[in-house]
């Protein structure tokens, strides 16, 4: 046998190793997405997609909840509209006796959101029911992280090698995050996944321009804007690197402006079909916006801003409800919400929030791997750079620079670290660009593959308590509770195992259970917890307390005590 030959046996030797590791990858991510999907009891937004989602397919309702877009709430309740036989719609009952003209002004006020307290009423009526149908629309949308990690495999194997793939796809598939928020019915793991394969699409068109790619690259950057309004960071960069391809194709110019042009309006299309194009077309000048309602007024009485404006009789490109979520959204943020981060309380944010978060939420073998990619690329010199000096990095690169800046930006929220989701897979991706110019043998990609290994390690560790996990060097789990709140400690997902725990310890009575995100709208029927406990009432000589509440005020007399118990990652039981 030749030498040429045994290379080449050699080679798809590496290959189909590679692809059984993959497929490893894949079997134990989509396990702990069923395993965590299965578990966790109904978060604190899940409460709010939930019942959204079935007022969209009951009732064609896209207002509810318009800060994000109908998609993924729709995706996520398509199994209980089909399997839920009579499904109910709550009314909310404390409005019952207003008149029709005043819920629809209370409706409409951007400080009215009713279906968070609609959902928990669901819930409280319905509460095997609504846990059953949730699980299965959670394995819905749990697909999306498995589609991220197949993405980050494909693209990063083009680029850089199937190695280079199999380390992005592993370091995003074995995430504790990915994996705790990727298997609940909320946006920021699929906009993430959908992001990442929008720019892989585009990527494609602009190494190599077809009708076909045009069409592929419109319909994903459109159905990733679907997902989450993140993913309008995605357009302008699009159109620069669009241009860039124009002016590069001077023989096929005018072909590349229409593949555009078409890819534009399959985009557009592909956004407003959710929506029903309501609203599509309509004079910007007479689109009225929820933050300009005085409170007490109706919808009608609401003037429009823009009717004096030049534009003002431009059509509107996509659907009214569309603009106006986007409108409440930034209400929301200029508004600010009350933050917690290296403890410190505050009532908004810091532009470093989302930094920090990443800094104690990522496990250890991740920054290990990124900063060892991170140094050899810097050390490399001019020649080997360019081989990863491509369209594919320079797009992702940037979408991650804008990722970061665009978050330090919008610091109006310092308690919901999972919206720097969306630059994880790009981050991953970029980590795996070192293999692309270093052999096996190196030590950066020694420490590389070691930081991912060590991922692994990690992931597995914190089974099946993902959405608490906080890195060593931050305190790990246990000490989570000190750096961040809310969603990174507890958001609701152990309510089910501090009832089994509750249920094993009779000698733990009374008991009163402190936990906002979890308990508080809830009775201790409705949770079907045991007797002689109860739910934010007098102390009692046992008390369960959340970590997301220990750092707020009702925590305050039990932060620095020593728990007698831990309940998973996420409560701590205290004797008074």
Not at 199 to 209: H, I, K, Y
Not at 349 to 361: H, P, T
Request: charged share 15%; with cysteine.
């Amino acid at each position: 046998m030749s030498e040429q030959s045994r290379h080449t046996e050699q080679r798809t030797r590496n290959c189909d190793w590679l692809k059984l590791l993959l497929i490893a990858v894949c079997v134990v991510q989509i396990t702990f997405l069923v395993v965590s999907a299965y578990r966790s009891s109904p978060v604190r937004d899940e409460f709010g997609h939930f019942y959204a989602g079935l007022q969209y397919w009951k009732h064609r309702d896209i207002e509810t909840f318009n800060v994000n877009p109908p998609l993924i709430r729709a995706i996520g309740t398509l199994p209980a509209y089909l399997l839920w036989n009579d499904v109910p719609i709550i009314d909310s009952e404390r409005r019952t006796g207003v008149g029709e003209q005043e819920r629809t002004s209370a409706d409409h006020v951007a400080r009215g959101r009713f279906e968070f307290d609609d959902g928990h009423q669901l819930f409280a009526r319905y509460p095997e029911e609504f846990q059953r149908h949730l699980f299965l629309g959670r394995l819905l949308v749990g697909s999306f992280a498995v589609m991220g990690t197949l993405t980050l495999f494909y693209w990063g194997s083009i680029c850089f090698g199937k190695p280079g793939g199999l380390l992005a796809a592993t370091l995003w598939a074995f995430q504790p995050e990915i994996i705790a928020h990727g298997s609940l019915i909320t946006n920021d793991v699929p906009v993430a996944a959908s992001m990442l394969i929008a720019c892989f699409l585009f990527a494609a068109w602009c190494r190599t321009p077809t009708w076909a790619r045009s069409i592929a690259g419109g319909f994903s950057l459109g159905f990733a804007t679907l997902c989450k309004f993140t993913a309008l960071l995605l357009w302008p960069f699009f159109l620069v690197f669009a241009i860039y391809v124009v002016v590069g194709n001077r023989h096929g110019r005018s072909t590349v402006i229409l593949q555009s042009l078409l890819a534009v309006a399959v985009s557009l299309g592909t956004i407003a079909v959710p929506y029903r194009f309501e609203g599509v077309g309509k004079p910007i000048g007479e689109v009225c916006f929820l933050t300009d309602q005085p409170i007490g007024t109706t919808w009608e009485q609401t003037p429009p801003r823009y009717r004096e404006r030049w534009f003002a009789n431009l059509p509107m490109p996509v659907p009214q409800e569309f603009v106006v979520g986007m409108d409440r959204q930034q209400y929301d943020f200029e508004t600010g919400l009350g933050g917690y981060a290296a403890g410190t309380l505050s009532g908004t944010g810091w532009w470093w929030f989302y930094l920090y978060a990443m800094l104690v939420k990522l496990p250890t073998g991740t920054w290990l791997a990124m900063t060892a990619s991170a140094v050899c690329i810097y050390m490399q010199s001019n020649r080997k750079l360019a081989v990863i000096a491509k369209i594919d990095v320079a797009l992702v690169g940037v979408i991650a620079f804008a990722m970061l800046q665009i978050t330090a930006y919008k610091s109006g929220f310092a308690q919901q670290h999972r919206y720097i989701f969306p630059f994880y897979p790009f981050a991953f991706f970029l980590t795996a660009s070192a293999l692309r110019i270093v052999d096996w043998t190196s030590w950066y990609a020694k420490l590389t593959w070691t930081g991912a290994g060590l991922t692994v390690v990690a992931c597995i560790g914190a089974t099946p308590h993902w959405l608490g996990f906080f890195n060593l060097p931050s305190g790990g789990s246990r000490d989570g509770y000190k750096h961040l709140f809310n969603d990174a400690t507890d958001w609701g997902q152990d309510c089910y195992l501090v009832r089994q725990w509750l249920e094993q310890h009779p000698e733990i009575r009374p008991v009163n259970i402190v936990s906002i995100n979890g308990f508080n709208s809830q009775t201790p029927e409705s949770m079907g917890l045991p007797d002689h406990v109860t739910i934010s009432q007098d102390a009692q000589r046992w008390t369960v307390m959340s970590k997301h509440d220990l750092v707020g005020a009702k925590g305050i007399q039990y932060i620095h005590r020593e728990p007698t118990y831990e309940i998973g990652v996420s409560h701590f039981v205290y004797e008074n």
